[in-house]
């Protein structure tokens, strides 16, 4: 089991860009898959996307040629670059992993808006 912790949410405006980045809150071995969930206001939590220690990547039809899910192994860190953002990007992200597994933090607001 491993906590992470996310950061680099905030406020923009339609067709803006971020950066979130999430890393591990202590040293472990390489992690198998990490990933980006977010959840809107009276909506579920969905992938968004995710990568494997080799790199493989996966990503919601939603966000497919808009963001971009990328890793440091080193760091046992994840990042997510978010680019030509929509309100319907608005959401709590979080960030989790498997193997270990991984536990829900508090996540990091992302508000799309003008």
């Known amino acids: 089991q491993v906590q992470l912790v996310e950061s680099g949410g905030g406020l923009v405006q339609p067709g803006g860009s971020l950066r979130l980045s999430c890393a591990a809150t202590r040293n472990i071995v390489r992690i198998y898959l990490m990933g980006w969930y977010r959840q809107a206001p009276g909506k579920q939590r969905e992938l968004v996307a995710s990568i494997t220690s080799g790199g493989d990547t996966t990503y919601a039809d939603s966000v497919k040629g808009r963001f971009t899910i990328s890793r440091d192994n080193a760091k046992n860190a994840v990042y997510l670059q978010m680019n030509s953002l929509k309100p319907e990007d608005t959401a709590v992200y979080y960030c989790?992993?498997?193997?270990?597994?991984?536990?829900w933090g508090q996540g990091t607001q992302v508000t799309v808006s003008s």
């Open positions: 989790n992993a498997d193997r270990p597994w991984g536990t």
